[in-house]
């Protein structure tokens, strides 16, 4: 007799090729969880955890705040212009083609004509030449002191703060003293006797009166730093003092005095032109924003235009610097994260 044929719901259910759970528990165990995750290109298909590549490094607190300046428009802003007077005080005749020391007679305090927008000066010189020109020397004094100021701060205020002791109380009491003397009267004094043109005597006296802020600034850093938990574990370790100050301690400890110089150098740009109103500073043949306002200061009524543009150029310049201070500052400033 022929069987009768298997109806639809007498088919055989299809096999399950899945394992048991304590197979499969066991496999996950040996690695059945990366199988598991794993296409046929032995790449992970699952998604990316949150917060980026686990394997990427922690951002530093320098990269953290350059980030925020490149997105900080005060920074942006302040750079173009330090940018732009760093340019012109290196190749001053890219924008202004005249001789700064060429002066007619003739032209004495007469304002603007064709080919000299800011008009001449009382030795009838072109005030748009000399504003250019006198950028070179402003800049100069300004970046040459604040890098000596913080070199010799840096290493005097970071010396005593990581000894202590005796050295620490000789530099406190000299920066007392260094304090005690007024900046103004001691440039009259220091460099009434002094019969050079150049920069350098200038620069040299802000560096003298200038370190001990940077080295307070450095000591107290250094103070705080050198308590932290990394520190005591390398000297735990035998670390020798050289590796402490130059692989921990300095790099932790070096953004207050880079904030305070930054800051510093628009101050010591305007100290520049004060002294060289008063006829200490800087002297003729040279180009200076501060002679031009000592020149002009006499004429204000019958020629403004001679104080306006070299004054105009310092104000800016000065802003300039102390903005971008403030920018350095909030960025490298952790608690206003």
């Not at 002191?145 to 703060?161: D, E, F, N, Q």
């Not at 735990?236 to 150098?265: D, E, K, Q």
């Not at 403030?326 to 608690?335: E, F, G, I, Q, T």
């Given at each position: ?102 002066c007619d007679l003739s032209d004495a305090q ?228």
């Amino acid at each position: 007799m022929r069987e009768p044929e298997p109806t639809p719901e007498s088919e055989p259910e299809p096999e399950n090729h899945l394992p048991p759970a304590d197979e499969a528990v066991g496999a996950r165990g040996q690695g059945g969880v990366e199988a598991l995750a794993t296409g046929e290109g032995g790449s992970l298909v699952g998604e990316e955890p949150e917060g980026g590549d686990p394997r990427e490094k922690p951002r530093s607190l320098w990269s953290d705040a350059w980030r925020d300046l490149r997105r900080n428009p005060v920074f942006i802003i302040s750079a173009l212009i330090i940018l732009f007077l760093i340019v012109i005080s290196i190749w001053p005749s890219l924008i202004a083609s005249g001789n700064p020391l060429k002066c007619d007679l003739s032209d004495a305090q007469k304002g603007s004509r064709s080919g000299h927008p800011f008009g001449f000066t009382n030795q009838g010189c072109d005030v748009y030449t000399r504003t250019v020109y006198g950028a070179r020397a402003s800049v100069t004094v300004g970046v040459c002191a604040t890098l000596g100021v913080a070199i010799l701060g840096s290493i005097l205020g970071g010396l005593a703060g990581f000894f202590g002791g005796f050295w620490d109380s000789i530099l406190s009491r000299l920066t007392d003293i260094f304090f005690a003397i007024p900046v103004v009267l001691g440039g009259l004094v220091l460099l009434s006797v002094v019969t050079s043109n150049t920069v350098w005597p200038v620069v040299g006296f802000i560096v003298l009166l200038g370190w001990p802020q940077i080295a307070r600034i450095a000591r107290g850093s250094v103070i705080t730093t050198k308590q932290n938990d990394y520190v005591e574990a390398a000297r735990a370790l035998g670390a020798s003092n050289t590796r402490m100050l130059l692989r921990h301690i300095t790099p932790n400890a070096v953004a207050p005095v880079i904030v305070v110089a930054t800051i510093a150098l628009g101050t010591y740009v305007a100290l520049e032109a004060t002294l060289s109103f008063l006829g200490v500073g800087l002297r003729p043949p040279t180009v200076s924003w501060g002679i031009d306002i000592s020149d002009a200061s006499g004429n204000v009524r019958n020629a403004p235009h001679m104080l306006l543009w070299p004054s105009g150029a310092l104000a800016i310049t000065v802003l300039a610097f102390i903005m971008l201070g403030d920018a350095v500052r909030d960025a490298l400033d952790p608690k206003l994260r």
